[in-house]
């Protein structure tokens, strides 16, 4: 979706930048509430969902000055508590890599004898009897365990090995990072200093924002009726913890960020 806007011709906290990425991540959050699911069990729309023909029709839905309160999910084609960490060599072979419990302590239920905690996933499975995320036996459900590696497109070989941690924050991390290296051309770590927006997809699309977002951009972008709720201190851990590795494709070289709203470090392994 977001390929049908010039980013890199914006300040990343101009407001009609932060416009489009807010009601592109609200019409991806709706499309994914119907649809994603566990393949083996409902009929996933994947090649549709990922069609760039979609994405354009989608587009089309993002009014230019003000947030669209009419969005709903499309009809894309048919087809048939979190620990991130990220290790590269030299010679570009990458691991990215999340575990999750997920909230806390997960199920809290802990196998005798084995001394670990069991995950707690099933709470993301819809009850909404026909729904393709309905709870069934043997079915997996929508999750945003999202390791993620981005690749050259000239020749496969790495870009970035990278993962934002938190929930919902995942993809909304992945996409705020990911633009900030490539449309921004900013370091690992600058990339994950940026203060950041979330949105949380179980209130209507409302919007959190990061503490060190310019006033006057939250200001315009309430003006476009965008509902938004400022986050400062501890309640910025909703915003996701994450890790990069960016390897150089030209020289190879290999440099790191870890996120400042946890305790992750970036370490050289010789």
Same mark, same amino acid.
């Given at each position: 979706?977001?390929?049908?806007?010039?980013?890199?011709?914006?300040?990343?906290?101009?407001?009609?930048? #932060?416009?489009?990425?807010?009601? &592109?991540?609200? +019409?991806?959050?709706?499309? =994914?509430?119907? /649809?994603?699911?566990?393949?083996?069990? &409902?009929? %996933?729309?994947?090649?549709?969902?990922?069609?760039?023909?979609?994405?354009?029709?989608?587009?089309?839905?993002?009014?230019?000055?003000?947030?669209?309160?009419? #969005? &709903?999910?499309?009809?894309?084609?048919?087809?048939? !508590? $979190?620990? /991130?960490?990220?290790? %590269?060599?030299?010679?570009?072979? =990458?691991?990215?890599?999340?575990?999750?419990?997920?909230?806390?302590?997960?199920?809290?239920?802990?196998?005798? @004898?084995? !001394?670990?905690?069991?995950?707690?996933?099933?709470?993301?499975?819809?009850?909404?009897?026909?729904?393709?995320?309905? #709870?069934?036996?043997?079915?997996?459900?929508?999750?945003?365990?999202?390791?993620?590696? *981005? $690749?050259?497109?000239?020749?496969?070989?790495?870009?970035?090995?990278?993962? %934002?941690? @938190?929930?919902?924050?995942?993809?909304?991390?992945?996409?705020?990072?990911? $633009?900030? #290296? %490539?449309?921004?051309?900013?370091?690992?770590?600058?990339?994950?200093?940026?203060?950041?927006?979330?949105?949380?997809?179980? &209130?209507?699309?409302? *919007?959190?924002?990061?503490?060190?977002?310019?006033?006057?951009? $939250?200001?315009?972008?309430?003006?476009?009726?965008?509902?938004?709720?400022?986050?400062?201190?501890?309640?910025?851990?909703?915003?996701?913890?994450?890790?990069?590795? +960016?390897?150089?494709?030209?020289?190879?070289? +290999?440099?790191?960020?870890?996120?400042?709203?946890?305790?992750?470090?970036? +370490?050289?392994?010789?």
């Amino acid at each position: 979706i977001l390929e049908g806007f010039d980013l890199s011709s914006l300040a990343w906290d101009d407001p009609r930048r #932060l416009h489009w990425m807010l009601e &592109a991540m609200r +019409l991806a959050f709706l499309d =994914a509430s119907k /649809y994603i699911a566990d393949p083996q069990m &409902a009929l %996933v729309p994947t090649v549709g969902l990922l069609d760039k023909a979609y994405a354009a029709e989608r587009r089309r839905l993002i009014l230019p000055e003000r947030a669209n309160p009419d #969005l &709903a999910p499309g009809r894309p084609s048919g087809s048939s !508590g $979190t620990v /991130y960490f990220s290790v %590269v060599d030299g010679q570009g072979n =990458a691991c990215s890599f999340i575990n999750s419990n997920y909230m806390g302590f997960g199920t809290a239920i802990v196998p005798a @004898g084995c !001394g670990f905690s069991l995950q707690n996933r099933g709470h993301n499975f819809s009850l909404t009897a026909g729904h393709a995320n309905a #709870l069934a036996p043997g079915k997996r459900p929508y999750h945003t365990i999202i390791p993620a590696l *981005a $690749t050259c497109e000239a020749d496969g070989s790495l870009y970035a090995s990278f993962g %934002v941690m @938190g929930g919902f924050m995942q993809p909304q991390g992945h996409v705020q990072v990911l $633009t900030a #290296l %490539v449309d921004d051309g900013l370091d690992p770590q600058q990339a994950l200093d940026r203060p950041r927006w979330c949105i949380d997809p179980a &209130a209507d699309g409302q *919007a959190e924002i990061e503490e060190g977002i310019p006033e006057q951009s $939250t200001a315009s972008l309430a003006l476009m009726g965008h509902r938004l709720r400022p986050v400062s201190g501890y309640p910025r851990q909703n915003f996701g913890r994450g890790q990069i590795i +960016l390897r150089d494709p030209a020289s190879g070289v +290999l440099c790191a960020g870890s996120d400042p709203r946890a305790d992750g470090t970036a +370490l050289p392994l010789v």
